[in-house]
């Protein structure tokens, strides 16, 4: 499952009972237009990447059987975001 605008202060993983939380967000915009996504606890060793693009974007790699995929995850502020958080 892919989340956008989370509000952690920094990029990391959380690891659940039986959830992994993966988020991220630009060194710039701490603490806003996060993205982050949340996995099965069993896919952990399937996990090839996971790292932060640009402001409001991020990517997963995963490992699956005959091969690979990648997954974007694209924060897009609202209509009533002011001029500069929308360019």
Do not use: C
Not at 25 to 50: C, H, P
Not at 63 to 87: H, I
């Amino acid at each position: 499952m892919a989340l956008q605008e989370t509000r952690w202060n920094r990029n990391g993983w959380k690891d659940k009972k039986k959830h992994i939380l993966l988020y991220s967000v630009e060194k710039k915009k701490r603490g806003r237009n996060g993205t982050a996504f949340v996995l099965l606890k069993k896919v952990r060793s399937s996990i090839m990447g996971f790292e932060t693009v640009s402001n409001g974007i991020s990517r997963l790699r995963i490992k699956e059987y005959f091969y690979n995929t990648t997954v974007s995850n694209v924060y897009a502020p609202t209509e009533t975001a002011n001029q500069e958080e929308t360019e």
